[in-house]
């Protein structure tokens, strides 16, 4: 990826790849580690509650997130393009600017979008395009345009490199070089990549004022005059230039959200994810439990057939559940129902919850 040059341009780096192949945990892990940095990051998720806003390092700290719907196919670039204005002021004193294409995402309309920005401030950074090192030969064949994507990468991150053996993660570097031969590839576990890979983390003048890591949520809101866009869940495309998207990954893929203010059923909850509904990819959702010493935030996880779990704590946010199932061809009545009926309903289950948390990890 390319450097900042010394005029001070903020690079404008789009994060692009399939549903659950690791963005999140990428941006998070990008978050944590380039304390020396400041970050501004657009978060656009698909459907309309936005969790990955909510897994976001700091509970959205710095983020400012974009549910309404496929950010490359709204109507109106507004929303994006105010956002990166916010953050371009100076008084941001922002480093580089990351944007989290929702996993249907075009990025091509994205990156066309940026550059077509007339903001001398801001310059595009290039496209990171994540793979799921356990899932790509099997996407490639379901929806061939995952390889313009990756031929238009400036860096593809392999990522789930612990799911598969070193010759499979051969054949599959492979498959990234036919297709993208100038393109570096980093193969990754829990997206475990060098900030400097994608920005220069260096960039900092010497007599610069110290700053306090990542911006706040207010700190960017500050001069927002109606913020956040008005969001209704929709996906807005009407073809124009910036969004030929007829075609896109989007338009085969629909979610279904589930809020529940009553806690969950955990041994329900894990079969819901372990044997999810007809059409289902991707699963992902804060949950709450009524299990004495579990009452903690659980974040699950369900792709493909890998379902993954981490505990945090509650934030000062509601202990609510919120799931999100995105798939394509999903009934979402039978999702709803078979989601209400993994609501707790107070049966006693002594053990239900380690069917959660055997699949606890530790997060990175
Ligand atoms: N085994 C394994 N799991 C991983 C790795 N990286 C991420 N995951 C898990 O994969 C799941 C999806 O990760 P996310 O970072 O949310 O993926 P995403 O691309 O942001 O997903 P969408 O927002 O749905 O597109 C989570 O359960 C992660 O913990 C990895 O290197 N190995």
Redesign the pocket.
């Known amino acids: 990826m390319t450097s900042v040059p010394r005029g001070g341009q903020v690079p404008v780096v789009v994060v692009a790849?399939?549903?659950?192949?690791?963005?999140?945990?990428?941006?998070?892990h990008l978050l944590r580690t380039a304390s020396g940095s400041r970050i501004g990051v657009l978060v656009n998720?698909?459907g309309a509650i936005n969790?990955?806003a909510m897994?976001i390092a700091g509970q959205a700290d710095g983020a400012v997130s974009l549910s309404n719907g496929c950010m490359c196919c709204s109507v109106d670039a507004d929303g994006v393009e105010g956002a990166l204005t916010r953050l371009l002021r100076p008084s941001a004193r922002i480093d580089a600017i990351i944007i989290?294409a929702?996993?249907?995402a075009e990025p091509r309309a994205l990156i066309r979008m940026i550059t077509g920005f007339a903001d001398p401030r801001l310059r595009y950074g290039g496209l990171l395009y994540?793979v799921?090192?356990?899932d790509v030969h099997a996407l490639r064949t379901r929806h061939p345009e995952v390889d313009s994507h990756i031929e238009i990468a400036d860096l593809v991150v392999i990522?789930?490199?612990?799911?598969v053996d070193a010759r499979e993660l051969g054949r599959i570097r492979e498959a990234v070089a036919q297709l993208n031969d100038t393109a570096p590839t980093v193969a990754?576990?829990?997206?475990?990549i060098d900030a400097e890979l994608l920005f220069d983390a260096r960039r900092r003048a010497p007599d610069a004022r110290p700053r306090s890591g990542q911006l706040t949520f207010d700190e960017l809101l500050v001069d927002a005059d109606g913020g956040h866009d008005d969001c209704d869940g929709q996906i807005d495309c009407d073809g124009q230039d910036d969004c030929d998207a007829h075609g896109h990954l989007h338009d085969s893929y629909e979610s279904v959200e589930f809020v529940s203010e009553a806690p969950m059923n955990p041994r329900r909850l894990a079969g819901f994810l372990e044997r999810p509904p007809a059409g289902c990819y991707?699963i992902?959702g804060v949950v709450a439990f009524d299990v004495p010493a579990h009452r903690q935030k659980f974040?699950?996880?369900?792709?493909g057939g890998?379902?993954?779990?981490?505990r945090r704590s509650w934030s000062g946010e509601p202990r609510r559940s919120s799931i999100?199932v995105?798939g394509a061809g999903l009934v979402a009545d039978e999702v709803r129902a078979r989601l209400a009926a993994a609501v707790d309903d107070g049966t006693h289950d002594e053990h239900g919850i380690l069917s959660i948390t055997r699949y606890l990890?530790t997060a990175?």
């Open positions: 790849g399939f549903l659950g192949s690791g963005k999140t945990t990428l941006l998070n998720d698909f969790i990955d897994l989290e929702s996993g249907i994540v799921d090192a356990a990522n789930k490199s612990d799911l990754t576990t829990d997206a475990v991707r992902k974040v699950v996880h369900a792709v890998f379902v993954r779990a981490e999100v995105i990890v990175p």
